[in-house]
């Protein structure tokens, strides 16, 4: 009987040597990295403009516009040996740690980094761009910084109107950004589970509630004690509940 073949890890992923570039330079490699033309032609033409389907005012994404004004937006290249949702998850690990550092400074606030998957099988895109998320969101927002997902077959929709799908994007692409006041829109959200729900929002007010004022602190403390009531509702009608000690 032939013995067991062990099983190889698939290598881990990496920033492609040369691509990191500020969004007012990428045009230079668009030859290169065509992924990024489409990307920043979906920025210009739909993330930073009005939709009659948003359910509000404004752009889609309205603090994109400011951040290329101020140069604060960075695109990089991710190769990726793998396509689950580990792989993605890595992926996305390595993006939170170079954002770090690209958004490092007075302007991290603003900062925002774009990471394409030049090699990624497009039939493949949805499950290792939502399943990566899934996977990372926790650590993303225990780090305070925000991770968007987004893929050509997207139907996450928008905060005002769940039926419009914001995060379609010609180009499989994570997004990350550091944490402002305004995610406690994302935070807070009716249909999250209530032990992923309560770890956002005791994120949130980790790293965004000492700059808020004294009656934001005060509402936001009673959306956490909200939270923090309805999951031990949940903890104790289900003994097996996530996050229940026992």
């Given at each position: 009987?032939?013995?067991?073949?062990?099983?190889?890890?698939?290598?881990?992923?990496?920033?492609?040597?040369?691509?990191?570039?500020?969004?007012?330079?990428?045009?230079?490699?668009?030859?290169?990295?065509?992924?990024?033309?489409?990307?920043?032609?979906?920025?210009?033409?739909?993330?930073?403009?009005?939709?009659?389907?948003?359910?509000?005012?404004?752009?889609?994404?309205?603090?994109?516009?400011?951040?290329?004004?101020?140069?604060?937006?960075?695109?990089?290249?991710?190769?990726?040996?793998?396509?689950?949702p580990a792989d993605a998850?890595?992926?996305?690990?390595?993006?939170?740690?170079?954002?770090?550092?690209v958004a490092a400074g007075?302007?991290?606030?603003?900062?925002?980094?774009?990471?394409?998957?030049?090699?990624?099988?497009?039939?493949?895109?949805?499950?290792?761009?939502?399943?990566?998320?899934?996977?990372?969101?926790?650590?993303?927002?225990?780090?305070?910084?925000?991770?968007?997902?987004?893929?050509?077959?997207?139907?996450?929709?928008?905060?005002?109107?769940?039926?419009?799908?914001?995060?379609?994007?010609?180009?499989?692409?994570?997004?990350?950004?550091?944490?402002?006041?305004?995610?406690l829109l994302f935070a807070?959200?009716?249909?999250?589970?209530?032990?992923?729900?309560?770890?956002?929002?005791?994120?949130?007010?980790?790293?965004?509630?000492?700059?808020?004022?004294?009656?934001?602190?005060?509402?936001?403390?009673?959306?956490?004690?909200?939270?923090?009531?309805?999951?031990?509702?949940?903890?104790?009608?289900?003994?097996?509940?996530?996050?229940?000690?026992?």
């Amino acid at each position: 009987m032939s013995a067991a073949q062990p099983m190889v890890a698939a290598a881990a992923p990496s920033v492609v040597p040369g691509s990191l570039t500020r969004a007012a330079d990428a045009a230079a490699a668009f030859d290169r990295y065509p992924q990024y033309q489409a990307g920043m032609r979906w920025v210009t033409e739909f993330v930073t403009q009005p939709h009659p389907d948003l359910g509000r005012s404004g752009a889609v994404c309205p603090r994109l516009e400011p951040a290329i004004r101020a140069n604060t937006v960075w695109l990089v290249a991710l190769t990726v040996h793998g396509t689950t949702p580990a792989d993605a998850a890595d992926a996305g690990r390595l993006l939170l740690d170079l954002f770090e550092e690209v958004a490092a400074g007075p302007h991290r606030s603003s900062a925002a980094l774009l990471g394409f998957f030049p090699g990624l099988p497009g039939d493949q895109a949805a499950d290792f761009i939502d399943g990566g998320h899934g996977l990372l969101r926790p650590e993303s927002v225990e780090r305070g910084l925000m991770l968007g997902e987004f893929h050509a077959d997207s139907t996450v929709g928008g905060v005002h109107n769940r039926a419009f799908p914001v995060m379609q994007c010609p180009e499989p692409m994570f997004a990350v950004r550091a944490m402002t006041p305004h995610d406690l829109l994302f935070a807070d959200q009716p249909g999250t589970p209530p032990a992923d729900r309560l770890s956002y929002l005791l994120a949130y007010q980790r790293h965004i509630g000492p700059r808020l004022s004294p009656a934001a602190r005060e509402g936001l403390e009673a959306k956490v004690s909200a939270a923090r009531q309805l999951f031990h509702r949940e903890s104790h009608r289900d003994p097996a509940y996530p996050g229940r000690s026992h």
